[in-house]
């Protein structure tokens, strides 16, 4: 479904549900609306289900970016082999992290709210393959999908007013890593030297990559130009 959401926007909806298949026709249409809509598309944001596309009303009108957005979908629907050809472009990231108290202060309290020593969250959180199912917040910032249900903890009722550059957190059953220091809400139990947005290559994460963290010793963490 293709709607009109201002003189410049427009939200396709690809389905009701958060679910893995999903993020594979979300990636690709994206990579197509990116392709083949030069040059009125201004940005392009997806998101657990919907794609937002911003165009230039200057050079397109709603029904226009409708019509074409339209054909790609078409298009890419009737593609044979499409979902295979989408899983092997997809990527896996190995991303280092130094899970502590010193870099995760949240860590103690997932581990009592969970029942579990600290060692056994650390383990359930690197024991999963993570879906990048959004990218939004702030640049390079990826909403990972989904941490054991054992460990998914709700947002902090009052978010810091900092939360240093590569802290890997948690809110609910998401997990995320904050590629600049910013405010934020999630919980945190660790941190990784890993870079997640550069201006040049711009985003580590796109959606549809996985995501595999890997805990370090602090030594290593440092090393690989971790910062405390």
């Not at 427009?10 to 389905?15: A, D, H």
């Not at 197509?32 to 596309?53: F, G, H, K, N, Q």
Request: hydrophobic content about 40%; aromatic content about 8%; some cysteine.
């Amino acid at each position: 479904m293709i709607q009109s959401v201002s003189d410049d926007s427009l939200l396709i909806t690809l389905g009701d549900q958060i679910a893995p298949s999903l993020t594979p026709r979300i990636a690709r249409l994206c990579t197509a609306i990116e392709r083949a809509c030069e040059p009125w598309l201004v940005d392009i944001v997806p998101s657990y289900t919907t794609i937002l596309v911003v165009y230039d009303p200057l050079r397109i009108d709603f029904r226009g970016a409708e019509a074409r957005i339209g054909q790609l979908a078409r298009e890419l629907n009737h593609a044979r082999s499409s979902e295979h050809r989408d899983t092997a472009a997809s990527r896996t990231h190995d991303i280092p992290v130094y899970y502590s108290d010193e870099t995760g202060p949240d860590l103690e309290r997932i581990a009592g709210a969970s029942g579990v020593a600290k060692k056994e969250v650390i383990r359930r959180h690197t024991e999963i393959t993570y879906q990048v199912y959004a990218l939004g917040f702030m640049p390079g910032f990826g909403f990972l999908g989904s941490v054991d249900e054992s460990i998914a903890t709700p947002r902090l009722e009052t978010p810091r007013n900092r939360v240093p550059a590569g802290s890997v957190a948690i809110a609910n059953r998401q997990t995320a890593v904050y590629p600049e220091a910013s405010p934020g809400g999630w919980n945190l139990i660790g941190r990784s030297p890993t870079r997640m947005f550069d201006p040049v290559n711009l985003s580590l994460l796109s959606v549809g990559d996985q995501v595999k963290f890997r805990s370090v010793s602090r030594a290593e963490y440092l090393d690989l130009g971790g910062q405390l």
